[in-house]
């Protein structure tokens, strides 16, 4: 669905000391859309998530949300304004319960009453289950697909206007990865706009309005995701099919 963008990134470039990991690349997300940048190894995706929720500082180029110009706010201002990310490696805190992994997700974005607060637990659990069933178990006896849920979970308290999602499916079986991406899915439908960065083409090409190709810093390709999923060279190169 094709409405106006709440973020765009406009000609991004950024180093790690004289290396360019970015040469200017450009994308955007519409409101209410799933859109996935998909990308081999080192091809700049974890690079270009640090840019988006401040880690690190593009040396040139913009980043605009809801229409207003944010490439010199802070992560914490982002995280006010409503972009949360799930990081790579997920990073629970695996000596809190789940419950206290989940409260920590409030942490940035207070919530205005007790009341607001249940809801929000309450739809966490209502997607996943499994959570409310271990809400006392310490995140670290999680399983890994557990733990992708716990730290989905906790982004989900912090209400996210836009949620990034730094490669989901990483080190997971496939039946989990499944799993995740269909809750990927189930999150979008409810309205919460997503920017996924993956490895995996299948599930994420198949489940997102739009896709953008990155190899080595620069974005080759942009489509609709079903569309890329059946193109030549994106099978070739990700799908390992001709
Ligand atoms: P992966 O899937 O392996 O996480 P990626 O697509 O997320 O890969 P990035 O981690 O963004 O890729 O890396 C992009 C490029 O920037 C790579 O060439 C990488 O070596 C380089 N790079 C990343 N972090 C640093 C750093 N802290 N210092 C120097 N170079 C870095």
Request: contains cysteine; positive net charge.
């Amino acid at each position: 669905p094709q409405a106006q963008p709440l973020l765009v990134i406009e000609n991004l470039a950024v180093h790690y000391g004289r290396i360019e990991a970015l040469h200017g690349i450009s994308l955007h997300v519409a409101n209410g859309e799933l859109v996935t940048l998909l990308g081999a190894n080192g091809a700049g995706k974890s690079t270009t998530m640090r840019a988006l929720s401040g880690l690190h500082k593009p040396t040139t180029g913009r980043i605009m949300f809801e229409g207003t110009d944010i490439t010199a706010t802070t992560t914490h201002a982002r995280v006010r304004s409503g972009i949360i990310q799930v990081p790579e490696g997920r990073h629970i805190f695996p000596g809190m319960t789940v419950l206290e992994n989940l409260d920590m997700g409030c942490y940035a974005r207070k919530f205005e009453s007790k009341a607001a607060y249940r809801e929000t637990l309450d739809q966490v659990f209502e997607l996943f289950p499994r959570l409310a069933e271990r809400r006392g178990q310490y995140g670290g006896t999680m399983s890994g697909g557990e733990q992708q849920m716990l730290a989905i979970g906790r982004a989900l308290m912090a209400r996210p206007r836009l949620l990034l999602l730094d490669e989901p499916s990483m080190g997971l079986a496939p039946k989990v990865i499944a799993q995740i991406f269909a809750i990927i899915k189930q999150i979008n439908a409810g309205g919460t706009t997503v920017l996924l960065v993956e490895q995996n083409a299948q599930q994420a090409l198949s489940r997102s309005d739009r896709a953008y190709i990155m190899e080595t810093g620069v974005i080759t390709k942009e489509g609709a995701g079903r569309a890329l999923l059946h193109d030549n060279s994106v099978r070739d190169a990700y799908l390992g099919v001709a």
